[in-house]
């Protein structure tokens, strides 16, 4: 799981530090501070791994968000840099069901837990943008995977090693679901049904077999001594003494140290042998989370009095609430009476669809009657997508009941991403708002999975709500962060600071005048 989301040179944003990524995490700033470009960055690469794509990152998109192509997005002061890094920290969920990537196929070459962090840079040449290099903490091991043009060959480094491999490397990009590049190996003579791995083993496996004597000839006899779930050294040396079953074999190896110059010729290779299955990994872990983003937009569409009547059955909320009226009209009769209280607690009215003539209409239902979306203030056309997504991801996942099927990869933790969701709205209903989020994420511990919503705003209302929420012992500090986004003094560059409520559901260490004017 994704713990932290780190960005480098992303127009005003140099360096975005780690972002703690936690179950209600708020974006602060003056307009064209960065955290727009922060929150967006989610989408991007949504729409990035929902695709099949030549590159790895699909720029813009109609429906989500439009950052112009790389060079638009690169951060105008860093063009000595050229690169665009993202940079993440993980975490292990216990509770995880399932792994959207083949886990049982590695379950012996790789163990969750040890996946610490991973980043990918970006640049472009006249083609466009590609993957410069990789960087993976597994374990204890950093790898560092570069190539210095798209077709070059891989560079890699272990630990700050240099290795010295008897095969060279290339970058090979998946067409859908793969913001990192695959290896694979550039020999005419490898067969195309051979993995990367059995390749490096089969290398190996040769080095061992230049130990043994002549007659020896079945390499078989030689993969349960490089069958090893870790990559310590001298685990894997005693994992070999204790499997060796070839007497001229054995003599050599019973003599190795983790010294030995034929052992860390065998180690390096071995370490290399996991890289596949360790990107896979990285690449399922990414693609996971960005899938299960959704996105709202700061400006939602206008109400209109009427809508054709297209029969569609939807199951989300589009990110600019186009497609409010079908999603109402897509619910079945428990779900909609799930969705008009959860409505009505909040707003005062029931949202519904009604039909004449052929044309449909979203109407609010009060206390005083039916009233069309178009009719009543603007607000309420803004704000209704916004909480019909936080209803949704919590009820699909409290109801095992439901029509929609939970797949392996819904079991991932739940992202909603709210621009502006306050626009509109007199501070009291904001004040709600912020009582649907945080009652949302508060109902975690009884659902399949979790939710994490961030939020970017400019509403005070919503943050003195979530003061007000911890001092009561609602939330927990923990489960917030604050995120400001400030100017450098030259207005060039972002500056970001993670801040916190303590327990008395005060900001910590908060800027003097934030929400002040200049003068």
Known sequence: MIKSVQIENLRSIKDSGPITIKPITVLLGANSSGKSTFLRSFPLMTQSVNKSLRGPISWFDSTLVDFGDFHTALNKYAIEDNIIRFAYSFYYNDNRKGWRYDYDTYKQLLNPRSLKKASFTLTADKEGAFVKDLEIIYEDITYKISID??????????????????????????PRQRLLPQMAVQDDRFPSYYGFRRYVLDKIEDELSNLCNRRFKNKYRLHSMLDYPDMDKQGLLINMKQKVNIESLKKHINRWSVKNSTFLKVYNMFVVSKLDAIISFCNSELSSFYSNCSYIAPLRAEANRFYRNQELQVNDVDAYGRNLLEFISSLNGKEKEDYEIFMKSILKVSPKVTSVMGLQSVVLQSDNGKFNLADVGYGYSQVLPVLTKIWYAGYKFRNSTRRIRVYESDMDDQVLLMEQPELHLHPALQAKLADAIVNHVCQKEETMVKTRIVVETHSQTIINRLGRRIREGVIKTNDINIVLFQKDTEGKNSIVRQISFNENGQLQDWPWGFFDPED
């Open 149 to 174: 043009s798209r077709q070059s060959e891989v560079h890699i480094k272990v630990s700050e090693q240099n290795l010295d491999l008897p095969f060279s490397l290339k970058f090979i990009n998946e």
